[in-house]
């Protein structure tokens, strides 16, 4: 069962960028469909953008398009997600999540928090 370890939140002011990473605790994790999902303040969590076991191929939710961009590094057994021109309504835990082909995301990280202010 895979692991899932989130990392590189912080806060940062309106049009910074952050880097986010999650680190598997196995190589299983070549395998994986992967996708990065957000919970602001007093909202619903949500989807952010998603990446194919390859790599080949992603998706994004249009709040991010753009902005936010999507990788993998199967070598390293790390999810990305780099953010840019950040905004105010960007702010919330974000967790990374794994899933087995088209099955729902049934493995989770703890999540990691970016604050967007300033």
């Known amino acids: 069962q895979v692991q899932l370890t989130e990392s590189g939140g912080g806060l940062v002011q309106p049009g910074g960028s952050l880097r986010l990473s999650c680190v598997a605790s196995e190589y299983t994790f070549a395998s994986y469909g992967l996708a990065w999902f957000r919970q602001g303040p007093g909202k619903e969590r949500e989807y952010v953008a998603g990446i194919n076991s390859r790599g080949t191929g992603t998706q994004y939710a249009d709040s991010v398009k753009g902005r936010f961009t999507i990788s993998r590094d199967n070598d390293k057994i790390t999810l990305y997600l780099q953010m840019n021109n950040l905004k105010s309504e960007d702010t919330a835990v974000y967790y990374c999540?794994?899933?087995?082909?088209?099955?729902?995301?049934?493995?989770w990280g703890p999540g990691t928090q970016v604050t967007v202010s300033g």
């Open positions: 999540a794994a899933r087995i082909d088209a099955a729902e995301y049934g493995y």
